[in-house]
């Protein structure tokens, strides 16, 4: 937090609102003072009229005080002051504002009674009343400005942190995506090459097919966030691939109603969890399998995202424990938190269910 200038030390005393409060702290002390001194039967109107001098004489001395002490901040703001020297110079600023309010009020006093001569007990005792007052005034002054730097100061500590935080969060997204990213296009890749082996022309078509998808697919990877039409849009491209190689052995469906396209959710969900159930699923099954994707609302508003298929189910599968379930169950909690999950089920008659939970913020 930056330190205030002269300037600006200078007006955080001489305001409006400062202003105020030395007004009505000198009315307060001025009805104090008339009412002592009031008895039974005296005229009201010379009590109002004595409440009225005595106001103004004791603002005369609280303005010189808060002028004092404007100056002394704004001295003090100038750089750097030891302790010691700090607290001279708001003394001398205590006295000095004291010892001139009290000769205003005496100048102002002798234009009602021009033989007025100034008496040296009265002089003292008011400017060692109002060094007193002023004193303990300039006292809670600085504990007021010390708390309410302590809260900026802390309120800034909190937004570095957060900021910190975000930082780190998008740091892990990208360190999580530069361990999907490789996984996912390698294995698309070796795919490219067993057809090769195979069926070259079949492999020239699915080479062309993949440098169409990589051309959609990798601008998007780099993001750390995507929406549920893009995550759709690459399974989409990538089961298409697939079924050039595996033909007949693969089948899919994508069932997604338009109002929820918009969803926002991490890069690369949904093409781990269809890769991992063509890997784990339908892979090591002779006559392959489906796989069919669904969103929806659930009855709590949340969105809902499945990715279901009829394969070997968890018999050969990781469980839920590979690293790119792992990777997408972290990515998940850092974009969402604990409101956002990854489940695993098994299907009927066989094959394994992937359920992703989002929040209904997921949809703003």
Request: aromatic content about 6%; some cysteine; charged content about 20%.
């Amino acid at each position: 937090m930056e330190e205030p200038t002269p300037l600006q030390a200078f007006r955080r005393i001489c305001n409006l609102r400062m202003l105020a409060g030395v007004y009505y702290f000198c009315l307060l002390h001025a009805l104090s003072r008339t009412l002592a001194w009031y008895r039974d039967g005296d005229d009201a109107f010379e009590g109002l009229f004595h409440l009225v001098r005595m106001n103004r004489q004791s603002l005369l001395t609280g303005l010189s005080l808060m002028l004092a002490v404007a100056l002394a901040e704004a001295v003090l703001a100038r750089r750097r002051w030891p302790l010691p020297g700090a607290l001279a110079v708001q003394a001398t600023a205590v006295g000095l504002g004291a010892a001139l309010g009290t000769w205003l009020r005496f100048k102002v006093a002798r234009l009602e009674n021009p033989g007025m001569v100034i008496d040296a007990g009265w002089t003292a005792s008011t400017v060692a009343l109002w060094m007193l007052l002023g004193g303990t005034a300039y006292a809670l002054l600085r504990v007021g400005l010390a708390q309410r730097q302590g809260r900026e100061q802390l309120t800034e500590l909190f937004r570095e942190r957060e900021a910190l935080k975000t930082q780190q969060t998008e740091a892990q997204l990208m360190a999580l995506n530069a361990q999907i990213e490789p996984h996912f296009l390698f294995n698309t890749l070796a795919n490219v090459k067993r057809l090769y082996e195979t069926q070259p022309e079949r492999g020239r078509h699915m080479l062309v097919a993949l440098i169409a998808y990589l051309r959609a697919a990798l601008p998007g990877m780099r993001r750390h966030e995507s929406t549920l039409a893009d995550e759709l849009a690459l399974v989409r491209h990538y089961l298409a691939i697939l079924q050039m190689r595996m033909g007949e052995r693969l089948s899919f469906d994508i069932d997604a109603p338009a109002e929820l396209l918009s969803a926002h959710l991490p890069t690369l969900v949904l093409p781990t969890l269809v890769e991992n159930a063509i890997k784990h699923g339908l892979s090591p099954l002779p006559e392959g399998g489906r796989i069919e994707i669904r969103a929806g609302r659930a009855d709590d508003g949340s969105l809902r995202i499945e990715v279901a298929d009829n394969g070997q189910g968890f018999g050969a599968a990781s469980g839920g424990a590979g690293v790119g379930l792992a990777n997408t169950r972290a990515r998940l909690a850092a974009r969402f938190g604990d409101s956002a999950s990854l489940e695993l089920e098994a299907a009927q008659p066989r094959g394994v269910v992937a359920r992703v939970n989002l929040p209904a913020e997921a949809l703003a």
